[in-house]
């Protein structure tokens, strides 16, 4: 605990290190200021720290499991924090590198597990399957690559992934650009910085704080057990239309810190193809498709060897692990503005057939929500979202943990099946440019997919400061 305190006390002075000296009157904190036509800076840096802390009052909960949300009780708070450095170095024109170490401590509420969409996506990093110390987040190389048609030389491309703006979000995420373009990023990188993202759901940070409504639940995308991968990506720009692909390393077991080698029979495929359909960006469609190949464990070959005897009464997916299993599935995410209203709707499918391995334990999932400012409460600058979701699982899913089956996420033992469904409201509250408070209320009905336990409540708040 006094390397954790320790690691608290340090990203505490990084983040009001910059208060207590002279600003740089160059740039603003999250719109860096260049004069037109000059260099990138050669080496630019930034960091955030988020603090976010959860209870969940008692509920119902007549039995539970290896992997059931914990019954704590409202005197319980769970709070996990979480800080990125972030550096880059320019090469030479539209090519870049970017090194940032990661800290993420604590856990999340109910165990971290019991719910298929969980409350804290930031709980990830913090779980109780990975060592609480500093790592190397993401280490990358990117380089943009005027098409012709593109920009001129010497014009503002308002489409190049510059330094300084990658280094100003907080977040990372590759977002929508103009021009014409190819777009190569090679290193370790969440999956999630380039693909499914929603302005309108945002991110834990700033936003909702729930994990399968930030992101597609049902996407199965290849990381760690910190959400991290090694890969490559390539994009292709020609508005209104992107094209991004990308070749990934999956985990050597499911939910695991390390990665398998055998890359021939370890590995994921994604694509994506987003249209923006107004000049002003303020709506986009998003068609993913991926597959997962990794040594997995299936769902009904588990069950057979139960029922034959081969293993005890209750199935265990990971004695049917064999290599070179697929999964695979389908996603689509549509966001809109509307005024000072936005939008977002999402739908994902996958088969269902093996193992969850890498996000969590959802097989279908359907979301939604709007998000609108707080002008009218004098506040333009806040942020109140209202969002929801209901999961599923594919059949030979549901009869696992039916006949009391563990996953790496849910599990209470036995199963009442029925949807899992979450409604989640979130304020954000703009406190100066770089801090930022919010509060958030989940309720989630069926957790784990259970009719027998819950519903839940959630209460979170958050801070969030990125100087």
Do not use: C
């Not at 694509?271 to 997962?292: C, I, P, Q």
């Not at 600058?381 to 563990?406: F, K, M, Q």
């Amino acid at each position: 605990m006094r390397v954790y305190r320790a690691l608290f006390v340090l990203g505490f002075l990084m983040m009001v290190a910059p208060y207590a000296v002279e600003a740089r009157p160059e740039e603003a904190p999250d719109e860096p200021v260049r004069a037109e036509g000059s260099a990138p800076p050669r080496f630019d840096w930034g960091f955030q720290a988020t603090v976010i802390s959860q209870t969940a009052p008692s509920f119902r909960s007549p039995y539970a499991g290896p992997r059931s949300f914990s019954n704590e009780g409202s005197a319980a708070w769970s709070t996990t924090i979480t800080t990125t450095l972030y550096t880059g170095l320019s090469l030479w024109k539209g090519a870049w590198l970017s090194v940032q170490p990661e800290f993420s401590g604590g856990g999340g509420p109910g165990g971290g597990q019991g719910i298929g969409a969980y409350v804290n996506q930031d709980a990830v990093k913090a779980g109780s399957s990975v060592k609480q110390r500093p790592y190397i987040a993401r280490a990358f190389f990117h380089q943009d690559l005027l098409l012709e048609g593109g920009p001129a030389a010497g014009g503002t491309d308002s489409g190049s992934r510059d330094l300084d703006a990658f280094v100003a979000d907080s977040n990372a995420r590759f977002g929508r650009a103009n021009g014409r373009r190819i777009e190569i990023t090679a290193g370790k990188f969440s999956m999630a910085d380039f693909f499914d993202s929603n302005e309108v759901a945002g991110d834990v940070h700033h936003r909702l704080m729930n994990w399968a409504l930030v992101n597609d639940g049902a996407w199965d995308y290849s990381a760690d057990a910190r959400g991290y991968t090694w890969g490559v990506v390539v994009g292709v720009f020609r508005d209104p239309l992107a094209l991004r692909v990308a070749v990934s390393a999956m985990p050597a077991v499911a939910n695991g810190i390390s990665f398998d080698t055998a890359l021939a029979d370890a590995h994921a495929e994604n694509a994506e193809l987003s249209w923006t359909f107004d000049a002003d960006h303020k709506g986009e469609v998003r068609v993913l498709a991926w597959e997962n190949h990794a040594k997995m464990g299936s769902y009904r070959e588990s069950l057979s060897r139960a029922a034959g005897g081969v293993t005890a009464p209750a199935p265990d997916v990971t004695l049917s692990r064999r290599a070179g299993r697929t999964k695979r599935g389908v996603g689509l995410n549509l966001q809109r503005q509307f005024g000072e209203w936005g939008g977002f709707l999402r739908a994902g499918w996958s088969d269902g057939r093996n193992e969850s391995f890498a996000y969590t334990e959802i097989d279908r999932t359907l979301s939604g929500g709007i998000a609108h400012g707080a002008g009218w409460l004098g506040r333009p600058d806040d942020t109140i979202v209202l969002a929801g979701i209901a999961s599923a699982l594919s059949s030979p899913h549901r009869d696992y943990l039916a006949a009391g089956g563990i996953g790496f996420q849910v599990g209470d033992g036995r199963l009442q099946y029925g949807y899992e469904q979450v409604l989640e409201a979130n304020y954000n509250a703009q406190v100066t440019a770089g801090v930022s408070l919010g509060a958030d209320f989940q309720r989630v009905w069926n957790p784990g997919y259970n009719r027998d336990r819950g519903p839940i409540s959630v209460f979170g708040i958050r801070l969030h400061l990125h100087p």
